[in-house]
């Protein structure tokens, strides 16, 4: 049992793979039909298509005891970043941490993002963290150039049966240049993080239990756009709006998920039957490129899986040359550079 009251389950000690897990079953997805369901990226170990058990499981299940244990000490923004993940089922004390981050580190917008999302989760009573400001607000004024925040505006106004406003912001998001919930650099930090970590194990077991943190980061690209436009049915007013927003998603999201869902979003929506036919080839080009990727993916896990030396020396590096390409440049933007080369 950890901190926190979860068991450890094997699931969770095994080779969580982040994006290599999804690489096993990508391929596959592709041929499913387009549903908002199908949208979301699979990377539960609990799923029948994950790999099997990895060599390195005990040494994974060591570093998630140790790194919680860290996590009860800590004194830099980054730490409390991390000691937030093992607070999910205590809200208040994942609000506190990413408090402390945001405040030691207010320029750096995975916190300012990580805070925004934690309050919105419903809590009685009421967080004097969360009702500080309006955390979204917040952090759609300190990243001016990113849609995300504003989808999640629309969700809120949405959920509040405010049509009009979850329209001016769903108009608002499918207008800024970049779709990003920075998903891809809390895979780095959790990263760093765990990579430096004092420990004799070996480092294919450490990029294992980094894998595994970043792959249970929420999708707030996907869960916003589903929010606001995800309903079987929504209001004629906020169609064209959906419509936008979905396209802008498709086309320019940072992750391949929310591009999808973007997509599912956009083409239920689409004006004509024109519009519906462009957002169907996007996605298939995406569809494309993402298979591309997961076959190298697939790649680099039986390299990290070797038992020679070598071999995992370089799948570690080709990884962590991932990892550091996709919060840097996002997951898609990443994955077309790596394929192209």
Not at 157 to 171: F, I, P, Q
Not at 282 to 307: P, Y
Request: hydrophobic share 50%; aromatic share 4%.
């Amino acid at each position: 049992m950890n901190r926190t009251g979860r068991a450890m389950t094997p699931s969770r000690a095994r080779f969580a793979t982040a994006a290599l897990a999804v690489a096993a079953v990508a391929v596959a997805a592709l041929s499913m039909p387009p549903c908002i369901a199908d949208a979301q990226p699979v990377t539960r170990l609990s799923d029948p298509a994950a790999p099997a058990p990895s060599r390195w499981a005990a040494d994974v299940a060591r570093l998630d005891a140790e790194l919680q244990m860290r996590a009860l000490v800590i004194d830099d923004p980054r730490g409390h970043w991390v000691a937030a993940h093992f607070d999910a089922t205590d809200p208040a004390a994942r609000v506190r941490h990413y408090t402390a981050a945001r405040v030691a580190a207010p320029r750096e917008n995975l916190y300012v993002a990580s805070l925004a999302i934690a309050c919105q989760q419903p809590v009685q009573p009421s967080l004097p963290e969360c009702d500080a400001m309006d955390r979204l607000a917040d952090w759609a004024t300190r990243d001016a150039d990113n849609g995300v925040p504003l989808l999640l505006l629309a969700t809120k106004a949405t959920r509040r049966g405010n049509n009009d406003t979850a329209v001016a912001y769903l108009e608002q998001a499918a207008a800024k240049p970049r779709m990003d919930d920075y998903g891809a650099r809390g895979a780095l930090v959790f990263w760093d993080y765990v990579m430096a970590m004092p420990t004799d194990v070996d480092r294919a077991a450490k990029a294992e239990a980094a894998a595994a943190y970043a792959a249970d980061l929420p999708q707030s690209a996907s869960t916003a756009v589903a929010g606001a436009c995800g309903a079987p049915a929504i209001p004629e007013a906020r169609r064209a709006a959906c419509a936008q927003a979905g396209a802008a998603l498709a086309e320019r999201a940072a992750t391949f998920a929310a591009r999808a869902l973007g997509a599912t979003i956009a083409e239920r929506a689409a004006a004509d039957p024109a519009a519906a036919a462009r957002t169907r080839a996007r996605q298939a080009s995406n569809d494309a490129l993402r298979a591309r990727c997961a076959a190298l993916d697939l790649d680099t896990q039986q390299g990290v899986e070797s038992a020679d030396p070598a071999v995992r020396a370089r799948a570690l590096a080709a990884w962590d040359a991932s990892v550091r390409a996709k919060a840097a440049q996002g997951e898609v933007a990443a994955c077309a550079q790596r394929a192209g080369s």
